[in-house]
């Protein structure tokens, strides 16, 4: 029974026994009493109750931020772990480039040496590497031969270092680049020190890539010395022997790196890890001795809230790999939001617990006539609210901003879920012109596009999603989609939009696309090992080879082209995207340009056994352009057109002059393209004929690569086609005197697009 309904009861009864009792005031004032302790102990129940809510509530929302804090910690000590891994794995793939060089050729020079790993390209694609050598073995009864013939390579000086009498020595023979600081190395015999030879005896006997403990490299000549260690991997000979006596018996040398520690891990991780402190310990051992590096520039005083250890093993040595969360890493969390919760559940409860007490206090008769009150009120109020409560409702509780706005452009509503993006509260900018929300120069524009939809009825964006661009309080901009509707209220015409801020997608699709950048730039490592080993091999630097290994090499090198094309493609739309696409505009004589393109993709044609012809010219016209690039929308739509071509057949290019702006046209009589495809021919990773183009090669990037580069160029691209009948695609580009600077123009429709999304 409720608290009501029991006071009802406990009326009635008093009521009947005025009639028996001679005390009515006593009665009277015992059931009073009795109402009155009902209800302070209702008020205390209730309190108690949201009490215990309130800590529950507390309770999960403080272990759910702390799971998700830990969670984001150990993705984060993945993540650099995992950075460390995936380039020592690239110095590997380096190493073992090395060693295929040498099993190549019995004699390797110096000059060879330095060709090699100048094609590696190390200060670029290596950060962190001190250089790359080749150590060999020298009995005592050979040393002083092995001198010999090193000072007779132009080191008149040269000697094993450090001097004295052993029974082996490991002399660094090659050491590239052969700077101040490597030329410190020249020489050194790295087994006569116990960490190193232990590396090099590890390498020899396993066959597989091996590292050193923590050393301090010969090299460090100036005040910065830091940990350093050293990469070997072994060289046998031609091939590797099966088991450890024959690989002790017919070791060599070794193709072997110096690192230091710091330098290594800022070519990895960055120059600074603001977030987290990443420290590295040699051989598993958490000592200030097998510290190797440590990423504070000074000691953290307060106790970290993470910490994650992890055993890595790399080259057979195994590294503590040791990160612990740092105060601008503890920071970004939800740890005040439960005490938010916490504190609010407290206020609530003590508000609720004060309105039941004081109702408690309260004479009997006032309790009734508010309650009869209350019941007519709400009553009277009930369906006219009911509606409007549900309306309300969605309003406020939605998880997209909604706006309206009226006729002139002021804003009539702003809901939470808006004031949560913009940053603005309802109240802020309730009265206020829309454009408010919109970034320079834009909203100086929008009272113009209202005035024009007034004026002419004309609505493009309405009942449509589109992507624009908002402006937040703190003056910031950010990408939202927005919807727009109209509505009418009393005769008069309002606007509602409905945004949603997409800054995460943008960045999850950011990320997609650094995640492609880096996948393309790892894929240079060993592909740039390789093609570098072919290239020699296929120029005869190592001798003559018989004519069978040629043609294999020069199917391995056309295919390493090929992927060389492909990540080139891959870059090129990374940088379109990233708006660092750079050009070099000049002007630029058309006919000359066309008959170079022609020239220089003869070759292509000839493979396909067609051929390029000239048709229509026109008299002496310039461009503006960068060459290079328009050379690549040549190369593109020639290549696809002698693709597609029959064999024996020719392409047509042709050049006409409309006015200001010059056509060029690449026709060719292959199998067409189907209308299905118009929408998306220009797409990444999009081919004219998904059926046909499997047995085509292509990156299905050419196109889209092409249109991005003529429309900055101010040009269009298109194309006219039939089924079965040819295809024709042709671009525009104008003439010189209409010049464009080498900046990326903005695109209109969705640039102008924040300024007129309501009125239009």
């Not at 609530?348 to 009120?377: D, E, H």
């Not at 900018?429 to 929300?437: A, T």
């Not at 003559?544 to 294999?552: G, S, Y």
């Not at 089924?723 to 080498?742: D, K, M, N, Q, W």
Request: charged fraction near 25%; include cysteine; charge should be neutral.
């Amino acid at each position: 029974m409720s608290a009501l309904g029991m006071a009802d009861h406990h009326e009635k009864q008093a009521a009947r026994a005025e009639h028996t009792l001679p005390d009515r005031d006593g009665i009277e004032n015992a059931r009073l009493k009795r109402m009155t302790n009902l209800g302070m102990s209702w008020a205390w129940g209730t309190f108690l109750a949201l009490l215990f809510l309130t800590c529950s509530a507390f309770y999960v929302l403080k272990s759910d931020s702390d799971r998700a804090a830990l969670a984001r910690f150990n993705h984060r000590s993945a993540e650099v772990i995992e950075a460390i891994e995936n380039r020592m794995l690239a110095y590997t793939q380096a190493l073992r480039g090395g060693l295929g060089l040498f099993r190549a050729s019995n004699s390797i020079s110096r000059s060879d040496w330095r060709a090699y790993t100048e094609t590696l390209n190390l200060n670029h694609l290596y950060p962190g590497i001190q250089g790359l050598g080749y150590t060999e073995w020298v009995s005592p009864a050979h040393r002083k031969t092995y001198e010999s013939r090193i000072r007779a390579e132009g080191f008149p000086t040269f000697k094993i270092r450090p001097p004295g009498n052993r029974d082996l020595y490991s002399s660094i023979t090659f050491l590239e680049p052969f700077d101040k600081r490597n030329r410190e190395a020249f020489g050194y015999d790295m087994y006569s020190q116990e960490t190193r030879r232990y590396a090099m005896e590890t390498a020899r006997d396993t066959g597989k890539m091996a590292i050193s403990g923590k050393v301090t490299l010969v090299q460090e000549i100036s005040d910065d010395v830091q940990a350093g260690f050293l990469m070997y991997v072994p060289y046998y000979g031609a091939r590797n022997p099966d088991n450890v006596a024959d690989r002790r018996q017919k070791t060599i040398g070794f193709i072997y790196s110096p690192f230091r520690m710091r330098d290594l891990l800022i070519g990895i991780l960055g120059p600074g890890l603001a977030d987290v402190r990443l420290q590295i310990f040699d051989n598993g051992a958490i000592t200030d001795d097998a510290l190797m590096f440590d990423s504070a520039k000074s000691p953290n005083y307060l106790k970290p809230v993470f910490e994650s250890t992890k055993s890595v093993t790399i080259g057979q040595r195994e590294w503590a790999i040791k990160t612990t969360s740092l105060p601008k890493f503890e920071s970004v969390s939800d740890s005040q939001y439960p005490l938010i919760v916490l504190l609010a559940g407290l206020l609530t409860s003590l508000l609720v617990f004060g309105v039941l007490w004081s109702f408690a206090s309260t004479r009997q008769r006032a309790q009734n006539i508010a309650r009869r009150m209350t019941v007519s009120l709400n009553e009277a109020t009930r369906q006219a609210q009911d509606k409007q409560s549900r309306i309300s409702a969605v309003f406020e509780t939605v998880v997209d901003g909604i706006i309206t706005i009226d006729k002139e452009g002021k804003i009539d509503s702003f809901n939470p879920a808006a004031e949560r993006i913009f940053g603005y509260s309802s109240d802020e900018v309730i009265g206020l012109n829309v454009k408010v929300l919109m970034p320079q120069p834009f909203r100086k524009e929008h009272d113009g596009y209202l005035k024009n939809y007034r004026e002419t009825g004309a609505a493009k964006v309405i009942g449509s999603v589109r992507e624009v661009m908002g402006r937040r309080k703190d003056g910031s901009t950010f990408p939202l989609d927005l919807a727009v509707g109209k509505m009418e209220i009393d005769g008069e015409q309002m606007f509602t939009g409905t945004v949603r801020d997409i800054s995460e997608r943008k960045e999850i699709e950011k990320m997609k696309n650094e995640f492609v950048s880096t996948v393309s730039h790892e894929l240079r490592t060993p592909l740039t090992s390789i093609m570098g080993s072919l290239g020699l091999l296929k120029g005869d630097a190592l001798g003559t080879l018989p004519d069978k290994i040629k043609t294999i090499l020069e199917i391995a090198y056309r295919n390493g082209d090929r992927l060389v094309n492909l990540l080139n493609d891959i870059l090129d739309i990374e940088k379109i995207e990233a708006g660092k696409m750079e050009y070099d505009m000049k002007p630029l004589e058309i006919m000359a340009f066309v008959e170079s393109a022609i020239e220089a993709n003869k070759g292509y044609a000839d493979t396909h056994k067609i051929a390029f012809v000239l048709r229509d010219t026109v008299s002496p016209t310039e461009i503006q352009g960068d060459e290079a690039r328009l050379m690549q929308v040549m190369s593109n739509l020639m290549s696809n057109a002698a693709k597609f071509s029959p064999e024996g057949d020719k392409v047509e290019v042709s050049v006409a002059r409309c006015a200001d702006l010059v056509r060029i046209t690449v026709k060719d009589n292959g199998p067409g393209i189907r209308s299905e495809h118009r929408e998306k021919i220009f797409d990444k990773f999009s081919q004219a004929d998904s059926s046909d183009a499997r047995a085509k090669d292509g990156t299905g990037l050419g196109l889209s690569i092409t249109k991005s580069i003529v429309e900055h160029h101010g040009g269009n691209i298109d194309y006219k086609s039939i089924a079965g009948e040819g295809t024709a695609f042709y671009f525009e580009l104008p003439v010189c005197h209409i010049r464009f600077s080498s900046q990326a123009k903005p695109k209109t429709g969705s640039s102008r697009l924040a300024a007129s999304a309501f009125a239009e």
